[in-house]
């Protein structure tokens, strides 16, 4: 017997980028996400302290290092010795030994049952589009595609994409071929940058040394000069404030996700700095520290290691090319050979490019050389890729990752796969209670060994009280574990059958007259009903046996579907009391859910939750639900 009830944990809080913090201090912490023995309680370690994470990559001569002992580490903060209480050694092998999965399922059939175990470290791959010329972020993904050839069996990769927002382009998956189609067709085919304008920058460079020839005025000379470092300074920090949000709305879906995080970042340039400013010729007035620093701490709470990758490749300066773009054909006869023509270069012997940036440092005065033109704007160029790859580096660093500047893109991301993938897990709870938001710098020592580190240098000291509010509200680990793309959940196994209601395989089932899901109205019709047939793994429940021998559990089904922007479509949720005969039991809980969906492609994320043991297991499918 099948019992509704009111023990619904989803309701209308299901958001598409929203998350509980994963801080480096917090209570409970998930450690496990295997399936557990039956009636087992749910794998968590419990302490009254605040705990500091502190995920560190030891190597030697770029090999990963095993076998260390709590022991053998140091750790301080702010110089002082604290006392390490949480350990743990993780492999990337781990993910080479391969699970029980169901074979020979039935058609439109499928298990929540993992293929791999879960792996220690999941990686995500961020193809930055706002911050890389598009000649270049072609270039990257054909050396995508080359690694993906050679991908460690049970690498588990997500990809996104930033353009104009944030999306989704592939869910965690540990198939290359789902991963090769995500960034080559479709929503993560390379596209323009909607604020990156080199050849605008360019134009404006190249009028800002016209204006000082001619005879103008030098109050033109300077207005145009000063009008073309304003546009470029603003659309620098147009680029970083949409670069933020994208790295906030990531953190805030990562830390739904336990354990560490290895985010490679595929830039042409990083606009913001920890340092004042992010170049020389940005406005000092428009110091972007504090957005830099709460970047650096909800990536810090949610465990996740910068990887930036430069997406050009090593470059040579522009004046060292043989012939190079001009936009602006008028430009050599506006540039004038000094007097008495010593060492000068005539005009038609070079032509000249900008890097695109630098503002009027880069665009050339009256009265030099070509040659002197040409050397500013390498200076110009060689400075700001300088800023670039310092930037790269410290936010790397600081949140225990690694830069890469290669032209060997591809093998720059299995390199930082693998970097990431061998680690130790250390954690203390920090003497120092006084919790006033001060920058707290970590030190990790192996002083009986000259091993490379790589760990994250520090945190802010915020009353772990509040720390959530950096994260837009809490919710259950039900919320979390059913947004699009996360990571599937094992712990509880069922197989479940999804097909269209029009189907053969359900004519004989009674369907409810009655709208199936809570945004119905919403949707755009025609709609297609699909039904979903469970069969549920009592082992992995927390079951108890009734006075007449039948087994009570107590679960909550969910299905949420996504379109395929990764925006919300339509969602069912409700919580059950379920009576079963025992002989029924041996061969699974069987139940039924239904939902409404609009004709296109959609992703149907499914999870079961027992609501006694708090266990959940999820599987997401993708549908192409028909017009008709």
């Known amino acids: 017997m099948v019992r509704p009830g009111s023990f619904s944990a989803l309701g209308f809080c299901l958001l598409l980028f929203g998350a509980i913090a ?33 995920d560190v990559v030891v190597r030697d001569h770029g090999a990963p290092v095993h076998d260390l002992r709590a022991s053998d580490f140091r750790i301080f903060e702010d110089g002082r010795a604290q006392k390490i209480t949480v350990f743990e050694e993780h492999r990337s092998s781990d993910a080479l030994r391969v699970a029980t999965a169901p074979a020979n399922l039935p058609p439109h059939t499928y298990s929540d049952a993992p293929q791999y175990i879960l792996p220690s470290a999941v990686n995500i791959l961020l193809l930055d589009a706002l911050n890389t010329p598009l000649p270049d972020q072609i270039y990257v993904r054909r050396r995508m595609i080359q690694y993906l050839h050679t991908i460690p069996p049970g690498t588990r990769i997500a990809v996104f994409t930033l353009g104009s927002r944030l999306r989704i382009i592939e869910g965690f998956t540990t198939d290359p071929s789902v991963i090769e189609k995500a960034i080559t067709k479709g929503r993560g085919s390379p596209e323009e940058s909607p604020v990156l304008d080199p050849d605008w920058d360019q134009t404006l460079n190249e009028a800002a040394n016209l204006a000082g020839t001619g005879g103008a005025s030098s109050l033109a000379q300077a207005g145009m000069a000063a009008f073309a470092t304003e546009s470029q300074n603003f659309e620098s920090q147009l680029r970083a404030g949409m670069t933020f949000d994208a790295m906030d709305q990531l953190a805030h879906y990562l830390a739904t996700i336990p354990g560490r995080k290895n985010l490679v970042w595929f830039t042409g340039s990083v606009p913001f700095s920890l340092v004042t400013g992010s170049n020389p010729d940005q406005d000092q007035m428009a110091d972007l520290q504090d957005q830099a620093k709460k970047m650096l701490e909800l990536l810090a709470l949610a465990r996740v290691a910068l990887y930036p990758v430069d997406a050009r490749g090593l470059l040579g300066t522009p004046g060292g090319q043989a012939e190079t773009r001009v936009q602006n054909p008028n430009l050599f006869n506006s540039i004038q050979a000094p007097s008495g023509g010593n060492g000068a270069i005539p005009s038609q012997a070079i032509s000249v490019t900008n890097p695109g940036g630098g503002g009027e440092n880069s665009a050339g005065s009256p009265g030099q050389s070509v040659s002197q033109v040409v050397q500013q704007r390498d200076s110009a160029f060689l400075t700001q890729n300088a800023w670039d790859h310092f930037n790269m580096e410290q936010f790397a660093k600081a949140t225990g990752g690694k830069a890469f500047v290669t032209n060997g893109l591809g093998q720059a991301l299995g390199d930082a796969i693998a970097n990431g993938s061998d680690y130790y897990t250390l954690a203390y709870a920090p003497e120092n209670a006084n919790y006033n938001g001060a920058y707290r710098k970590i030190d990790v020592k192996l002083p009986e060994y000259h091993y490379d580190l790589q760990y994250r240098r520090g945190y802010f000291a915020e009353d772990p009280a509040s720390q959530d509010k950096l994260f837009t509200g809490r919710r259950s680990p039900l919320i979390d574990a059913m947004q699009h793309g996360v990571l599937p959940l094992s712990q509880v196994l069922f197989q479940v059958r999804v097909v269209g209601s029009t189907d053969p395989a359900v004519a ?54 996504y379109n395929v922007e990764g925006i919300r479509e339509n969602y069912t949720d409700v ?44 599987v997401e499918i993708p549908l192409t639900v028909p017009k008709r």
Request: glycine share 8%; aromatic share 4%; charged share 15%.
């Open 22 to 54: 994963s801080p480096q201090a917090r209570t409970t912490t998930p450690v496990a996400t295997t399936p557990p023995a039956q009636n087992a309680p749910v794998p968590v370690f419990h302490t009254t302290a605040n705990l500091v994470i502190v």
């Open 508 to 561: 004989g089932e009674r369907l409810s007259p009655d709208p199936a899901g809570a945004l119905v109205k919403s949707l755009k019709p025609p709609l297609q009903r699909y039904v979903a047939d469970y069969t549920i793994d009592p082992s992995t429940l927390n079951t108890r046996t009734l006075p007449d021998g039948r087994i009570h559990s107590e679960v909550e089904l969910t299905q949420v579907a």
């Open 575 to 618: 919580g059950l009391g379920v009576d079963t005969p025992p002989a029924q039991a041996r061969d699974g809980i069987h139940l039924h859910q239904e939902i409404d969906l609009p004709a296109g492609q959609m992703f149907l994320k499914i999870g079961v939750h027992d609501l006694v043991s708090g266990r959940i297991g999820t």
